[in-house]
Nanobody, 125 residues
Framework: QVQLVESGGGLVQPGGSLRLSCAAS????????MGWYRQAPGKDRDVVAL???????YYANSVKGRFTISRDNAKNTVYLQMNSLKPEDTAVYHC???????????????????WGQGTQVTVSS
């Protein structure tokens, strides 16, 4: 089992910045990648950014150039620096762990993966 603790959400004006953090504990060896998904009201949960232990990254097209994902392996923590925020970035952001199962790290979520509780990000003037 992997436990995830998120922090850093909040209310910010358009053009502003926020940083999300997600700390993992438990079966760290089972983690292939960590990152973030987000879900806006009435919409599906979509991937935002992922990063592997080796530093490989993936970004959704909608956040490329504005968001940066990074990780501190010593702290088992992933960060999402969000700049130039737009109202359409408003959503609940969920920390996510791709479980190491031999099928790669860049794939659709499975029931065996892990999710955080979510943190609200609201971009509004």
């Amino acid at each position: 089992q992997v436990q995830l603790v998120e922090s850093g959400g909040g209310l910010v004006q358009p053009g502003g910045s926020l940083r999300l953090s997600c700390a993992a504990s438990g079966s760290i060896f089972s983690i292939a990648a960590m990152g973030w998904y987000r879900q806006a009201p009435g919409k599906d949960r979509d991937v935002v950014a992922l990063i592997t232990t080796d530093g490989n990254t993936y970004y959704a097209n909608s956040v490329k150039g504005r968001f940066t994902i990074s990780r501190d392996n010593a702290k088992n923590t992933v960060y999402l620096q969000m700049n130039s925020l737009k109202p359409e970035d408003t959503a609940v952001y969920h920390c996510y762990v791709t479980r190491r199962d031999g099928t790669g790290w860049l794939r659709l979520p499975k029931d065996s993966d892990y999710w955080g509780q979510g943190t609200q990000v609201t971009v509004s003037s």
